[in-house]
């Protein structure tokens, strides 16, 4: 059949003939334009004035009544028939669409066709300016192609039903763009999961930031990193120097501030008091250990808590020490002299070894070795360590993909504590890169990485408010190594203070325990002597 011309004063439809069919997912344009294809159509728009014909049809109408083609009605109501809602919901967007200034506005520009420039429309319609093409009016509902627009005042509540299953960002987007739009969504979307507190409790742990190396010191034994290793139920001090990577392992009788310092002040006798001692916080943050330091003219500097990344010279002194630790358990050699050899053993990357470095010579061990080879010669290797460094940073910092942030103090965070994350605020900065404290919601106060922090937006919920009423355990113990004399967490209903003796670290409870819930511990009357 040859083309044929229409000529149309209804201008979206130049546009809807012009757009391929696959592209059309309306079902109700996508069928006429299927049941048009053997004509050829070719439309083109002429003004209803011209239209001489067709207005005079329309004018002349049939005194005998017609009756609707059934297939032409099913096309016509294609779209509201599939729509699946309740009649309630479907009676509160109806109702809501003719109550909102943009919708309803929209519904009138389609009756009655939009003006030509869009200074000429009501400021609530012009974010629908550039899609009336491709909208249209059925049953009293606007419909973008295949989505039903929602008016302003039920937004919110069609977010909330997105976001039933707490599902992330894009999938949510993409579950909304099936059925419904608004101006605007996605940053709606995007905002909303943002504020959810659940998703926030439950999201996954943070990226890693770049890398902040430790700096390398000018002389050896200037900066030692110490940790703690256990095994085969024993305990040792593992030591490390940042310079030289001479490892030291002391065992311990137990890790108790007394002990490590018996340990340190051994090395010390050995190698001299380093400028610098850094490591966990368990046991240098004690009082003792501070007092020791301080005589040995020493600045101790800790990591922070559950961050044993930023101590990771000493966490691998104590990897190295446990691997060397089963295989002499298993051979049957000397823990000591295994440390011998691999003290004179070059590092990976050069090829002096640590007793090289921080002796300037190699120690005579059982591997047989010529007089000139054990004589002194000075060997520099900072800026080669530093170039090794530079290269372990390049690799890290490939996959940190978190930039760095910076807390003030007052900003709401949340705190990675387990598997979930905690409310609170900042209250200061430490002299560490990225170390700061915290104040729970509930009370109590810990220091935290960066990587334990992240800024919240949200609101607490009814769990954070069963949450704070439990006795914050880690802050207490905080306040215990830092040596409060008195620790008070409020706000507390239940509880009305907490005293701790800083020099016995005892915890006595002015007032009767409660349960989580808020009732009563009772002692059972078997216990309080009266039988």
Known sequence: MPDVLFQTDHQPLIHIFKKPIYKITNNRLK??????????????????????????LSRNCLEDPVEDDPEMVEVVHEVTKYIDMSLNVKADLVRETANDPGLSAVMQYYQEGWPKNNKDIVNEAKPYWKLRMDIFVEDKLVILEDRIIIPVSLRK??????HTAHLGVEKTKSRARQSVYWPGMSNDITT???????????????KHEPLIPHDIPQLRFQKIGIDILHFNSKDFLVVEDYLSKWLEIKPLSSKSSKAVIDALRSI?????????IFGDNNPLNSHECHEFAKSMGSVIKTSSPE?????????KGVHIAKQMLKKCSDSGTHILDALKEYNNTPLTGMNVSPAEILMSRKCRTLVPILN???????????QVLERLQDKVKSQHDLHANRKPVHFSQGDSV????????????IVRKLSGNRSYVVELLGGG?????????????TKPDRVDARENKEIDADAILANIRAGEKKVTINPNPTVRAVSVPAAQGLMTFESRQTTRFGRKILKPHRYDGSC
């Open 31 to 56: 069928k006429m334009r299927l049941k048009l294809l053997r004509f050829q159509p070719k439309v083109e728009y002429l003004p209803g004035k011209y239209m001489h014909i067709a207005d005079l």
């Open 268 to 276: 010390f006798s050995t190698h001299g008091n380093p400028q610098i």
């Open 445 to 457: 106060q810990l220091r935290r990485n960066t990587w334990h922090l992240k800024h919240s937006s």
């Open 372 to 382: 000139k080879n054990l004589e002194p010669k000075v060997v520099k290797v900072k």
């Open 157 to 162: 509540k069609v977010l909330k039903n997105l």
């Open 192 to 206: 909303f999961i943002k504020e959810c507190r659940t998703c926030e409790r439950h999201s996954a742990k943070n």
């Open 307 to 315: 961050y044993a990344r930023s101590n990771g010279l000493a966490e």
């Open 414 to 425: 949340v705190v990675r504590r387990g598997k979930k994350w905690q409310k609170g605020n």
